[in-house]
């Protein structure tokens, strides 16, 4: 008897409940009620300020993968994450037309269970090169979808590399048809080439054995000082490292800015090889 009624209940309402418009299906090609904010990271911007991005001209998507590992003593485990962050909003301004996907976080690391490599030290997330090549992809495509013509693959650390290069091959050949083009960058990560830059703007380091240099330090305080532990380090009296006097912070971080332009003038030269540009 119950459920007679509740069939009959559902008959009688089911023109209204059809009736009702839906809250969370606005009009794709609604007009955006406020201005626009200045912001090359699509997690930042709203879609319709994406949305209105693309239409004005933007056609080029940065994907980057960072990471969560062991950096030493100092450093927070999104080391790469951060430095990103810094980087990628100067290639993307650079390039023009360009907004950054969201960071991806999670890279190989080493084996899980039992643990190696990065995965050896706590805090550490690593997923399997299987995962890794299947979530680059899911995001490629996404961007691909929303009309993005022109997709750059790059990332921080050099675990990460094989997997983006694979991605970006097989797309390549999967899109080939396709007005969407996707280019992996390996000259991104370059540490060599940035350490050369600096030792010949005088900054040279000794090898302390840390998973730790003033490359990364000096980006990841362009960044946020606190990432690097700052004040802890005053207060302990040890804000150096590799033989390299960290303070004054806000020098340290102006180098990091340095880095991040020296990084970006050199990647943007690729990425516009890359595309034939």
């Not at 927070?76 to 996907?101: C, D, M, P, S, Y």
């Not at 080439?193 to 000096?218: C, K, M, P, R, W």
Request: aromatic residues 6%; charged residues 20%.
């Amino acid at each position: 008897m119950s459920r007679l009624l509740a069939a009959s209940v559902l008959v009688l309402f089911a023109p209204l409940l059809t009736a009702i418009p839906d809250p969370v299906n606005p009009d794709p090609n609604g007009p955006r009620p406020i201005a626009a904010v200045d912001s090359v990271f699509i997690e930042d911007l709203t879609w319709m300020e994406i949305r209105d991005a693309l239409r004005a001209g933007t056609d080029t998507a940065i994907v980057a993968t960072g990471g969560i590992e062991m950096n030493g003593p100092y450093l927070v485990t999104g080391k790469h994450n951060i430095i990103l962050r810094g980087v990628t909003e100067a290639i993307a301004r650079k390039l023009g037309h360009t907004l950054v996907a969201p960071i991806v976080p999670f890279v190989p690391e080493g084996d899980i269970d039992p643990p190696s490599s990065h995965m050896r030290y706590p805090g550490t997330i690593s997923v399997s090169e299987e995962t890794y090549e299947r979530l680059l992809t899911d995001i490629c495509a996404s961007l691909k979808a929303h009309g993005f013509r022109r997709i750059v693959v790059l990332g921080d650390s050099g675990g990460n590399q094989k997997g983006m290069q694979h991605v970006a091959a097989a797309l390549s050949v999967q899109w080939k048809d396709s007005p969407t083009r996707i280019a992996y960058i390996p000259g991104f990560y370059d540490n060599a080439a940035i350490t050369a830059y600096l030792e010949q703007n005088g900054i040279h380091q000794t090898s302390e054995g840390l998973h730790d240099d003033f490359v990364n330090t000096a980006q990841m305080a362009a960044v946020s000082a606190a990432s690097i532990r700052t004040e802890q380090r005053i207060a302990a009296g040890n804000f150096r490292i590799n033989g390299v006097d960290l303070a004054p912070v806000e020098q340290t971080a102006d180098w990091g800015r340095k880095i991040f332009e020296y990084r970006a003038d050199g990647t943007v030269k690729a990425i516009k090889k890359a595309f034939g540009k």
